[in-house]
């Protein structure tokens, strides 16, 4: 079993930057394969990022690509999301999630087993 817990969301104006946090528990963190989703109001959930296990190797959507950016620190059991540069369209709940299977982080949001309970990111235009 994984927990995690997500924190850092709130409203920011487009062209500003937020960073979110994943706090997780339960397994050995790095044994875990970490990734980052978004939902929007009306849409599916949407892959947004991932990290593998050490952290030596990132994922991005291409709706994000350059403009976001994932690390992690394993001795604080953390992820990061670095958001700049944001959107009105970024505006979503945004979710981390957890896969103890894969090295490799998956883009389906079925390849994740644990999940956060989310954070709300709104970008006002």
């Known amino acids: 079993q994984v927990q995690l817990v997500e924190s850092g969301g709130g409203l920011v104006q487009a062209g500003g930057s937020l960073r979110l946090s994943c706090a997780a528990s339960?397994?050995?963190?790095?044994?875990?394969?970490m990734g980052w989703f978004r939902q929007a109001p009306g849409k599916e959930r949407e892959f947004v990022g991932g990290?593998?296990?050490?952290?030596?190797?990132?994922y991005y959507a291409d709706s994000v690509k350059g403009r976001f950016t994932i690390s992690r620190d394993n001795a604080k059991t953390t992820v990061y999301l670095q958001m700049n540069s944001l959107k009105p369209e970024d505006t979503a709940v945004y979710y981390c999630?957890?896969?103890?299977?894969?090295?490799?982080?998956?883009?389906?949001?079925?390849?994740?087993?644990?999940w956060g309970q989310g954070t709300q990111v709104t970008v006002s235009s």
């Open positions: 990290i593998s296990r050490l952290g030596g190797s990132t």
């Open positions: 339960g397994r050995t963190f790095s044994s875990i394969t």
């Open positions: 999630a957890a896969d103890s299977i894969r090295l490799r982080p998956g883009l389906s949001r079925s390849e994740y087993a644990y």
